[in-house]
């Protein structure tokens, strides 16, 4: 089974970065997707970035050219790189891995993302 597991959030002032980390472990067969959604308090979850298995990425209109998803080689963590950061970025940030062929979503806990005006 897909477990998920975010770090690297906290509170950071306007124009700073952070990277958030999700590392993974289990196994997955079929065509994956992994992304990073938020969520921020009254809003529904909103997908940031999505990386998939051979390296396409999609991004936010609201984010594009600030951040960043990658994966390291042995595709074990998955990031968001931050940039130039907006208090309109405060959420919690959750980690998720879609697998294509029997369309089931892993997520993690959630990482808290605080950005200060």
């Known amino acids: 089974q897909v477990r998920l597991v975010e770090s690297g959030g906290g509170l950071v002032q306007a124009g700073g970065s952070l990277r958030l980390s999700c590392a993974r472990s289990?196994?997955?067969?079929?065509?994956?997707?992994m992304a990073w959604y938020r969520q921020a308090p009254g809003k529904q979850r909103e997908l940031v970035a999505a990386?998939?298995?051979?390296?396409?990425?999609n991004y936010a209109d609201s984010v594009k050219g600030r951040f960043f998803i990658s994966r390291d080689n042995a595709k074990t963590t998955v990031y968001l790189q931050m940039n130039s950061l907006k208090p309109e970025d405060t959420a919690v940030y959750y980690c998720?891995?879609?697998?294509?062929?029997?369309?089931?979503?892993?997520w993690g806990q959630g990482t808290q993302v605080t950005v200060s005006s």
């Open positions: 289990g196994s997955i067969f079929g065509i994956n997707v």
């Open positions: 990386i998939t298995s051979g390296g396409s990425t």
């Open positions: 998720n891995e879609y697998e294509t062929l029997l369309h089931h979503n892993y």
